[in-house]
């Protein structure tokens, strides 16, 4: 648990990294199988076996800093959780995407992995982005590509949470939620 | 679509006003109480790390949590036995409900031991928690961290959604099963157009439906990719939960509430639907199961959370008596929804045919729908599931091909060992 809030902590600023790129309608199986989380929850553990029913040799290569980039849907089947940190235990900081499947998105906020909606054609994969925290959202540049991405903003609880580096220290901090958000 | 303060609302947007205390509409966010919440195995160790990481010492209600032992039912390692005695232990000293291994499916026990109201808000910890929207609640799959939120506060902030109302006109013929209903929908509907909306489910084919079919229903709405499945509460609904009360707290949508999206589906006309195993890392093709009749299959599962409710098993078994039982080649796994839906098996008479036509009675749970517990599929094994997911790998083997379809429809697999229209049969 104290990853994420460690690694959110880079969160902060600008940053930049090599784009990965995965496909359409990747589920939760696919970036960790439900098998797998029989035997441990540690996302450390876990993330030899990234991606292993979907693209084993992208699994194993991606270093931390780079950056995920996905079509539409990303994240959907199951509510698991394990799909959202061992993500971050390999080191990404961000995923980009057409469209989330709900419980990912949320987990991703939760666990301090930005969740970015934004149009991903363009993008090719090594492609160098250079990611900028708003107050709203995110500046995301493709460098190689030299062309601004445009990208969806975060509500206000939602940059409040990232900010806090995830759900866990935004609660430990605050103990509620507030009234109205 | 812009909406003004006090105007005409959706169920979902009803339920999440009622639940934060004043009119909400799509497009909002809100922070909401929490009428329920349950975790499973696979999801309740971590919400209990992150409950601890939050500073949690009590949980705000323990009467309002539910943990069910489902996913590793037995579990087959000690790891996992780890994982739950972990459960066990927080259950005992915070005081809130704990299922054992055997008493069956988590949804199946929200629901069949009155954990869910009609009108209530309840989150859990597995997507398939939509289910409850049979029960006339917004009831929404939540990962860990949010159930722990939950845990804490007995709150959680929403987004409030948009909803997609899907009207069911004339009557589902005797032959087909919700689940064509469901794969017909997740067949039409785009998941990008329906995420995080809610599907609302209204017209005359929906009020004809049983509870169960309902259930079903409202379980898969999450694999069409919406945030909740939501019926309107009746007869049919007070009578399953034992609730006579429950239509006082009803939610209906009101007259010119706005939709997002409409959707119609003519069940007179519907027939049996399929849903292919995924090739390359693709969504699941869902198609006419006409179209791959005669496919031979080595494993029929019968259970889970979307087909292994009593109505299920029975229709099942009556295509399996038509047929006159399994053909030899056929491995049949049946694992129950719950206990009680064991003991009513075992009460009709219906367990003893299962056994004598040789097929596998497994621990009631989620078996083996995500390859956790139960019959694993060997190498280039077909399997027929009435389950709700055929992602690769899903049961337990990425070497294995996982199509779904109706109960019926994976009976009268098992009866020829082939992929079969079970209207041939019946």
């Known amino acids: 648990m104290a990853r994420a809030d460690e690694n959110a902590g880079d969160a902060a600023g600008a940053f930049t990294g090599a784009a990965r790129l995965v496909g359409d309608d990747v589920n939760t199986d696919y970036i960790i199988s439900s098998r797998r989380k029989r035997v441990t929850i540690d996302a450390d ?63 991703a906020i939760n666990n301090g992995l930005m969740p970015v909606i934004c149009d991903t054609s363009t993008i090719d994969e090594g492609d160098r982005l250079e990611i900028t925290m708003l107050d709203d959202g995110l500046n995301v540049i493709n460098l190689t590509k030299d062309s601004p991405v445009e990208t969806a903003s975060f509500s206000p609880i939602i940059m409040d949470i990232l ?19 | 679509m812009t909406k003004t303060n006090g105007g005409p609302a959706t169920m979902a947007e009803k339920i999440l006003s009622k639940h934060c205390g004043r009119p909400c509409y799509a497009g909002e966010s809100v922070v909401c109480r929490v009428d329920a919440a349950m975790a499973t195995d696979g999801s309740a160790p971590m919400a209990i790390d992150y409950f601890r990481a939050m500073g949690g010492e009590k949980l705000a209600d323990p009467k309002a949590l539910v943990f069910a032992l489902d996913h590793y039912a037995p579990p087959d390692n000690p790891a996992t036995v780890a994982l739950q005695d972990r459960i066990r232990t927080f259950s005992a000293e915070q005081g809130n409900i704990l299922y054992d291994i055997g008493a069956g499916i988590g949804h199946q026990l929200m629901i069949e031991r009155g954990h869910v109201r009609p009108g209530d808000l309840v989150v859990g910890a597995d997507s398939h928690a939509v289910a409850y929207g049979a029960a006339n609640a917004f009831a929404v799959g939540v990962g860990s961290s949010d159930l722990a939120a939950v845990m804490l506060t007995g709150k959680l902030w929403f987004r409030v959604p948009e909803s997609i109302r899907i009207e069911l006109t004339g009557k589902l013929p005797a032959s087909l099963d919700a689940k064509d209903i469901a794969l ?19 017209g005359e084919g929906a009020v004809l439906l049983t509870f169960e079919e309902r259930m079903l229903l409202s379980n898969m709405s999450t694999d069409a990719g919406a945030k909740a499945g939501i019926f309107d509460a009746d007869a049919v609904t007070t009578t399953y939960l034992k609730n006579q009360d429950g239509l006082r707290h009803a939610i209906t949508a009101d007259e010119g509430a706005v939709y997002a999206k409409h959707l119609s589906i003519d069940l007179n006309t519907l027939t049996p639907r399929l849903a292919r195993p995924p090739v390359g890392g693709q969504a699941a093709e869902i198609v006419e199961l006409g179209q791959d009749v005669d496919t031979p299959v080595d494993m029929v599962y019968l259970g889970t959370c979307t087909g292994g409710r009593q109505s299920d098993l029975e229709s099942a078994l009556r295509v399996l008596r038509a047929g006159g039982g ?13 206990d009680k839906v064991y003991a009513g098996l075992a009460a009709d008479g219906m367990l003893e045919e299962f056994i004598k036509m040789g097929a596998l009675m497994m621990t009631p749970g989620c078996g083996s729908c995500c390859g956790t517990c139960g019959a694993i599929p060997g190498d280039e094994k077909v399997v027929i599931s009435a389950a709700n997911r055929n992602f690769t790998g899903r049961m337990g083997n990425p070497k294995a091909r996982v199509f779904l379809a109706s109960p019926a429809a994976c009976a009268a697999a098992a009866v020829t060992g082939k992929i079969t229209d079970p209207r041939t049969i019946m």
Do not use: W
Request: glycine fraction near 8%; charge should be neutral.
């Open chain 1, 163 to 181: 900010n806090a580096g995830g759900i866990t220290s935004y609660l430990r901090t605050h103990g509620d939620f507030p009234e109205a958000i």
């Open chain 2, 184 to 202: 017909e929908i997740n067949r039409t509907l785009d998941p990008q157009d329906a995420s995080y909306r809610v599907l609302e489910f209204t």
């Open chain 1, 45 to 107: 553990a876990l993330r030899e076996f990234l991606f292993e029913d979907y693209d084993k040799n992208l699994g194993a290569s991606i270093q931390p800093g780079e950056i995920l980039v996905a079509g539409r849907n990303f994240g959907c089947g199951s509510a698991m959780e394990v799909a959202v940190t061992v993500v971050r235990a390999a080191g990404v900081p961000c995923v980009l995407a057409k469209s989330f499947a709900r419980a990912y998105y949320r987990n």
């Open chain 2, 326 to 338: 399994k053909h030899p080649r056929v491995q049949l796994v049946v694992t129950p929804a719950s």
